[in-house]
């Protein structure tokens, strides 16, 4: 200490970072001391929802506090994400995620309501859907190959549904397209279900889609799957073969759904929410259900959900440059 009685700025830096850091030590401590808002940006009903719910009842018996689960669609995911973007970072306000909707969007809008690296702060990457490649029964095509060669005899030809303009199996069909270099046609659709049933229907002739809602069209032979575009075989479609192995590596697209909360929330609650969901997914009850509805459990910490979502945004954002997909 110094004749006036002060201490060295040095040291007076080092006493300002231990007293903040005991400070958020106690605050983490008390937490939850009042319920939770869980926001999810997507409608009822939906793959998303039908995760996050099961695990805001989870969190809410673990945490001894009511997590509040609350639909706040629109603007593609956006309108959600960025209510909790600018919440307070007090751990009492978190977001069930599309990982779409954190690494397409930011390529797709010019005016982005949030920044996702600085913006928020990742907690786990809960689970991930895989897609399929299904066609409606009347294309002559039993294989991906069939279908390829199809699709060069007739270009232009081929309508492919999707969820909307932007969504992921918008940009997985275009990552097809442009890497076979073949003429198919994009119809968007408000939604998954409706594009399916499009498909089903045969309005348009094939889609990408998230393997969970078409699982049982395809059990039914109401539709052909021909491929599941991810890194390995699908555990309920065990002799389906992946892009790759069917001949069209690099065509992967996993609909994520993974669990955020503002940048700036300390990082002792972010671990107790992490370690929270790690036992929630592993209920047995909980974890037969969404295994049970074609949901795939991850739960990776929130470092590695960090460099994931940073490998996939990289990753779209080539396809939404090449395919040249703009959104207002």
Known sequence: MNVKGKLPPGLRWLTAIALIACHQAAFSQAWPAKPIRMICAYTAGGSID???????QGLTDLLGQQVIYENRPGANGNLGAAAVAKAAPDGYTILIASVSQLTINPSLY????????RDFAPISLIASTPNVLVVHPSIPSNTLKELLAFARAKPGALKYASAGNGSINHLAAELFRLQ??????????SGNAPALNAVLGGEVNMMITSIPPALPLIKGNRVKALAVAAARRYRSLPEMPTMAEAGTPGVEANAGIGLMAPAGTPRAI???????TIKVINAPELREKLLGQGVELIGNSPDEFAAALKEESARWEKVVRAANIKLD
Not at 50 to 56: D, I, K, M, Q, S
Request: aromatic share 12%; glycine share 6%; proline share 9%.
């Open 50 to 56: 039908l995760t996050g719910r099961p695990v805001a």
């Open 270 to 276: 972010i671990d107790r929410y992490y370690s929270g």
């Open 110 to 117: 010019a005016d982005m309501p949030f920044n996702v690296a």
């Open 180 to 189: 076979e270099k073949i003429d198919i046609i994009h119809v968007p659709f």
